[in-house]
């Protein structure tokens, strides 16, 4: 049975939301709810995540229940936006 594994010398997560980026996306969008800003550009060259990587982890925990209905995350040419969503949803425009 030894030839059907290998030593594995990556990080384990007890959770699937228990990554670095995970965390680092929940504190991101917490900090701009918590500001109250109606839009925000994400300075991708500052974080540890490369930016097709970043927007996908803010675009998943855009969709939990925490930030639903409040955060919209948006890709514009190289940047990543965050936008403020209105009542019922809408973009906060």
Request: overall charge positive.
């Amino acid at each position: 049975m030894d030839r059907f594994l290998h030593v594995y010398e990556g990080p384990e997560y007890t959770t699937r939301n228990g990554t670095d980026l995970s965390e680092f996306c929940n504190r991101l969008l917490s900090s701009f709810v918590k500001y109250d800003a109606q839009r925000a550009s994400v300075k991708v060259a500052d974080t540890p995540f490369g930016f097709d990587e970043l927007y996908r982890g803010l675009w998943n925990a855009c969709c939990n229940k925490k930030f639903s209905g409040r955060v919209r995350v948006h890709k514009q040419g190289q940047m990543i936006l965050l936008v403020k969503k209105g009542r019922g949803g809408r973009d906060g425009r």
